[in-house]
T-cell receptor, first 114, second 113 residues
Framework: GAGVSQSPSNKVTEKGKDVELRCDPI?????LYWYRQSLGQGLEFLIYFQGNSAPDKSGLPSDRFSAERTGGSVSTLTIQRTQQEDSAVYLC????????????FGQGTRLTVV | AQSVTQLGSHVSVSEGALVLLRCNYSSSVPPYLFWYVQYPNQGLQLLLKYTSAATLVKGINGFEAEFKKSETSFHLTKPSAHMSDAAEYFCAVSDRSNYQLIWGAGTKLIIKP
């Protein structure tokens, strides 16, 4: 596609429910990143994919969070048993693995846990 | 491990004044360096990047940044601030071995009329 696409753009869920957030990166981009941005805060790194593997998942805040990437393309971030503190904007970015190339960001998914 | 430090979570300048946002990185090898901007309720977009060509890099909206190896810095400047520059600015570094992006905490730029 022309840009990084994230869906849904907004998600309201009840505490305790599971949610899935989707990221469709730019075609051909091998690197994919998930970040979380709470209100007024900076970027919190969650996980980095290189192709289908995740060499760095150190940012996942708890075992309720998981992510996968299939076919070197679409990625899904899953949050199980959501808590109110999970409310944030979840951003996805992708880039090629050529040196010096920038990451392109999606518009994010705003997750609200009520 | 790489790290990025942005000095000042908030910077306030008057309209028309010089903008200076600071970014320092830690790396034994000059990395790739990036500045991104996030306007309110929008995603992040690239302002400029350094990839080992010219040390003074010009970006969009009149911003520029200078790579200084001796100071391990990549500060962002703009000669004259506009109200429309009010946003959050993020510095990022990319390791030349694995290309993973490491981000600073961000600096919120406030423009006073």
């Amino acid at each position: 596609g022309a840009g990084v696409s994230q869906s849904p753009s907004n998600k309201v869920t009840e505490k305790g429910k599971d949610v899935e957030l989707r990221c469709d990166p730019i075609s051909g981009h091998t690197a994919l990143y998930w970040y979380r941005q709470s209100l007024g805060q900076g970027l919190e790194f969650l996980i980095y994919f290189q192709g289908n593997s995740a060499p760095d998942k150190s940012g996942l805040p708890s075992d309720r969070f998981s992510a996968e990437r299939t076919g070197g393309s679409v990625s899904t971030l899953t949050i199980q048993r959501t808590q109110q503190e999970d409310s944030a904007v979840y951003l996805c970015a992708s880039s090629t693995n050529a040196g010096g190339t920038e990451a392109f960001f999606g518009q994010g998914t705003r997750l609200t846990v009520v | 491990a790489q790290s990025v430090t942005q000095l000042g979570s908030h910077v306030s300048v008057s309209e028309g004044a010089l903008v200076l946002l600071r970014c320092n990185y830690s790396s034994s090898v000059p990395p790739y360096l990036f500045w991104y901007v996030q306007y309110p309720n929008q995603g992040l977009q690239l302002l400029l990047k350094y990839t080992s060509a010219a040390t003074l890099v010009k970006g969009i909206n009149g911003f520029e940044a200078e790579f200084k190896k001796s100071e391990t810095s990549f500060h962002l400047t703009k000669p004259s601030a506009h109200m429309s520059d009010a946003a959050e600015y993020f510095c990022a570094v990319s390791d030349r071995s694995n290309y993973q992006l490491i981000w600073g905490a961000g600096t919120k730029l406030i423009i006073k009329p």
